[in-house]
């Protein structure tokens, strides 16, 4: 099944590293980031869980649950989780589905049958607390992903969802952002009463909203 951006994330049971869970009951209230490693036991995927792990702390700060997904049984889930806090430094700290019948994985068109049949690519999916997916991506088994880049995104969703403003090129939390073109002036106006820089018409930018 394709997902799309504004689709509703579909809801599932699994196994997990910290028990069962349902889906949409487990991310209630609360953003969420479900990603899919292509197999327990690979180095790639080690690195990516480490660092994820380290990572908490931002993900809490930002009221977003992370879980992961692999092909693979709940036992090997348990003795991998091992080599990853060994080798990375820090131990998994978000449950991670054991996806071995594949039920999530092609659920969520996780599976490229032209990459391989049998091991997921490297998708990440951010869903809002309304459920619905916003941004999703795919990677090949053979590059691991910039999770500093998932928390730029969050922190880029997060703030479009509480204003009406989008982020420019390589923007960071902090930096000037821009007003949405369904904003017309006269109701921008109304929020920023400073104005705004426009070397543009519709290219007007103002400080991050706090
Ligand atoms: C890895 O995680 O290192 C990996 C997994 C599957 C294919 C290639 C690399």
Redesign the pocket.
């Known amino acids: 099944m394709t997902i799309h951006i504004g689709d509703t994330a579909p809801d599932f049971e699994a196994e997990t590293t910290e028990g069962s869970i349902k889906f949409h009951d487990y991310i209630e209230g609360k953003w969420a980031v479900l990603f899919s490693?292509?197999?327990n036991f690979?180095?790639?995927?080690t690195t990516e869980l480490g660092y994820t792990s380290k990572l908490k702390s931002e993900f809490d700060k930002r009221n977003v649950k992370v879980i992961g997904l692999s092909v693979d049984q709940l036992s090997d889930h348990a003795q991998w989780a091992k080599d990853i806090e060994e080798t990375q430094g820090s131990a998994l700290n978000f449950p991670l589905i054991a996806d071995h019948d594949r039920k999530v994985a092609l659920l969520y068109d996780m599976i490229h049958p032209n990459a391989s049949d049998t091991?997921t690519v490297r998708t990440v999916f951010v869903i809002g607390p309304d459920k619905k997916v916003k941004m999703s991506l795919n990677y090949p088994?053979?590059t691991g992903r910039n999770f500093d880049e998932i928390l730029r995104v969050i922190d880029s969703l997060q703030l479009t969802a509480q204003h009406k403003v989008a982020t420019p090129v390589n923007w960071k939390s902090g930096e000037d952002v821009i007003i949405v073109p369904a904003v017309s002036d006269e109701d921008a106006r109304k929020q920023y009463p400073g104005g705004w820089k426009a070397p543009r018409p519709y290219l007007r930018i103002v400080p991050q909203p706090k």
């Open positions: 490693h292509p197999k690979t180095p790639v995927c091991m088994a053979s």
